[in-house]
């Protein structure tokens, strides 16, 4: 079984979605069940609305799942759990406070010295713990040897004791740490792979620690991606745009040019362009690079271009508000000059809409405008040329530019005879 985990506390993130489509293109290739698992266990950083935002999309992508659980449903387990930790030594009551411990932190970080927790509490007299009144966490005890853990990405990597720390898995009011509900979870679902970013490297050990101590003795593989580094080389955030899934789909890319190219990025696949089931015949996991993916626009919009290409042509006119096989074709022209079906749509509806007056030619667009509105119906764009310019007495630069202008709404763009080919049929709506 494999897990999709995001928290509903923001908008998803292309390197959330990164993770989702591995993750669903794995479960394909290992035959087992995808499930999705809402972490929704920090309450103040929840978002109403935001699960079925993710899962929306994780729709929208084709990302095909079995079951989605919320991690807040598993409180019992995650309780009953930490009592056994507790019961077996394996875990402690920490009675130390948020100042006291913050304090430690301040002496630590002025010291230049990495804070570690100083197991104050981890041997506290029995009788002492059950008279305590006071508020007090549950820590796991530290592991005695170092722990190792094979990522299918990084390799090898080793963990000691010390970075593993005897870390809090209750909190003072009872919940779990997202250390210890996320483990405990990844359990009970008998998760065999867990594929996610590599900002939870360091989680790692401490998740194995909380398996191995509750005496499960499964070994869950990893393989944590690579952060995704914006233009200027830091890791992509929330302040740049095309971080935001939802930003990249409103800009119109299409899902299919998106998840190719993230599947692409940091990656060596047999072809640049692809599809999701293409994907799944030779996708590997050893085959990511370890360093981190640098997001690259210009390539992500030759992507876009190159899906756009691939739509049905009715499909595509869908997408610039027609539905017709000729408006899609048209489409297709303009592919040569918008890779997005924002950029095609308002250069669809420049056709149609409203067009601007200029003042180099107005004359002769009201000219031309008169004779193409008496005109019969032309099949052949030269036959329509040819009947335009006799009619109009204008030629040259003086019949072509205002031509255009006419037709396209625009002073430059594909050839008039290729657009004239799809537009033949409309051309009552568009010279008004
Ligand atoms: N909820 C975590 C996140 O959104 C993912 C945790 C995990 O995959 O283990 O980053």
Not at 91 to 110: G, I, T, V, Y
Not at 338 to 360: D, H, M, N, Q, V
Request: contains cysteine.
């Amino acid at each position: 079984m494999l897990r999709f985990a995001p928290s509903p506390t923001g908008d998803m993130h292309i390197g959330n979605l990164r993770v989702a489509l591995f993750n669903y293109i794995v479960s394909k290739q290992k035959k087992e069940d995808l499930i999705v698992r809402i972490e929704d266990t920090d309450k103040e950083r929840n978002i109403e609305g935001k699960d079925k935002e993710i899962l929306a999309i994780l729709d929208l992508f084709g990302i095909e799942y079995s079951q989605v659980l919320y991690q807040s449903e598993n409180f019992r387990f995650h309780a009953a759990m930490a009592l056994q930790l507790l019961h077996e030594k394996k875990a402690f009551s920490c009675f130390c406070s948020p100042d006291w411990l913050e304090k430690k932190r301040e002496e630590s970080k002025a010291n230049k010295k990495a804070y570690r927790y100083d197991d104050a509490c981890a041997n506290l007299p029995a009788e002492l713990v059950i008279d305590n009144m006071n508020p007090f966490t549950i820590r796991i005890k530290k592991p005695e040897s170092t722990i190792m853990i094979h990522d299918h990405i990084k390799g090898d990597v080793t963990f000691e004791p010390n970075d593993v720390d005897s870390f809090i898995i209750m909190r003072q009011d009872k919940t779990p740490t997202y250390n210890f509900a996320c483990a405990v979870d990844d359990m009970l679902s008998d998760i065999s792979l867990v594929i996610r970013g590599e900002d939870h490297m360091t989680n790692t050990p401490k998740q194995d620690l909380i398996r191995t101590s509750l005496n499960y003795e499964k070994k869950i593989e990893y393989a944590h991606l690579p952060i995704i580094l914006n233009d200027d080389g830091k890791k992509m955030s929330k302040r740049d745009d095309a971080s935001s899934v939802k930003w990249l789909l409103e800009e119109g890319f299409l899902p299919s040019a998106i998840s190719n190219y993230l599947v692409l990025m940091g990656n060596k696949p047999p072809k640049e362009i692809f599809t999701l089931s293409e994907a799944i015949e030779w996708f590997s996991l050893e085959t990511i690079s370890k360093s981190p993916a640098r997001f690259d626009m210009t390539m992500l919009r030759h992507i876009n271009n190159e899906h756009l290409k691939l739509l049905e042509n009715k499909e595509l006119s869908r997408y610039v508000g027609f539905a017709d096989e000729e408006i899609g074709k048209l489409a297709k022209v303009y592919l040569e000059e918008a890779s997005t079906t924002k950029e095609l749509r308002a250069k669809i509806e420049a056709i149609f809409g409203e067009k601007a007056t200029s003042e180099e030619f107005q004359k002769e667009i009201n000219t031309m405008r008169a004779v193409i509105k008496a005109a019969p119906y032309f099949d052949a764009y030269d036959d329509f040329k040819n009947h335009i310019m006799k009619e109009s007495g204008l030629k040259g630069k003086l019949f072509f530019k205002p031509l255009r202008l006419i037709l396209t709404g625009a002073e430059h763009g594909p050839d008039v005879a290729e657009v004239y080919k799809y537009l033949k049929n409309y051309i009552g709506e568009i010279v008004k």
